[in-house]
């Protein structure tokens, strides 16, 4: 059973809708990744932290996603505006260092369906 | 933009046979390679790790990597059904956070 919790599992949004999505990263990770798994199984890294801070994202993040690791509550992925193309699994992963070799450990996803 | 290749986008195996799947990053500063295996509905979950040149193997999994050619393989002797599922693989450099992942081999094992 993945110790990285994802929630709701499930999300059906409109278009022009908000769409928030949290991630509980598995106790002692400080490192949280955020990855965007389409149809065509492809994954597309979308933001990164470590504690509270962002280490990286891409720029589509950066234009129309709001993302969030506050400490002593759920990291958070909102998109600002869902389109038809944001359609896909969202799966949050954790990891116990950010520069090392360790290993990701993802929770179960949230799959997003814009309609 | 570092990539991660991976080949073929699927294959079918029988029981008890070989799987041979493939990887290679166009990143030539990759330092390390990862092979996760997610069943359908399921979250990825780490299979083997490779960092160095050479061959690494645990069971009837075998991972092979030459980092001069920044490619990596994985090798499922004695395939079973439940070994059925999307094979992703990841790389990293070591100066860097962030972890890029193919698009994934599909293996479907028939019994």
């Known amino acids: 059973n993945s110790k990285v919790i994802q929630t709701p599992r499930y999300l059906v949004k409109g278009q022009g809708q908000k769409a928030k999505m949290r991630c509980i990263p598995e106790?002692?990770?400080?490192?949280v990744f955020w990855y965007q798994q389409n149809k065509n199984n492809e994954f597309k890294f979308l933001i990164n932290?470590?504690?509270?801070?962002?280490?990286?994202q891409i720029d589509m993040t950066e234009k129309r996603f709001s993302a969030e690791c506050p400490s002593n509550s759920p990291c958070s992925l909102e998109i600002q505006s869902s389109e038809a193309g944001d359609s896909a699994l969202y799966l949050c992963?954790?990891?116990?260092?950010?520069?090392?070799?360790?290993?990701?450990?993802f929770g179960h996803g949230t799959k997003l369906s814009v309609l | 933009q570092q990539k991660v290749q991976q080949s073929p986008e699927s294959l079918i195996v029988p029981e008890g046979g070989m799987a041979s799947l493939n990887c290679t990053s166009s990143?030539?500063?990759?330092?390390y390679f990862w092979w996760y295996r997610q069943h359908s509905g399921k979250s990825p979950k780490m299979l083997m790790?490779?960092?160095?040149?050479g061959e690494k193997e645990e069971g009837r999994f075998t991972v092979h990597l030459n980092k001069a050619s920044l490619h990596t393989s994985l090798h499922i002797r004695d395939s079973q059904p439940s070994d059925s599922a999307l094979y992703l693989c990841?790389?990293?450099?070591?100066?860097?956070?962030?972890?890029?992942f193919g698009t994934g081999t599909r293996l479907q094992v028939l019994p």
């Open positions: 990143d030539r500063n990759v330092d």
């Open positions: 992963a954790s990891s116990s260092e950010g520069l090392s070799n360790e290993r990701l450990f």
């Open positions: 106790k002692g990770h400080p490192v």
């Open positions: 932290f470590q504690n509270q801070e962002v280490l990286q």
């Open positions: 790790s490779i960092f160095s040149n």
């Open positions: 990841a790389a990293k450099r070591s100066n860097t956070n962030k972890v890029v």
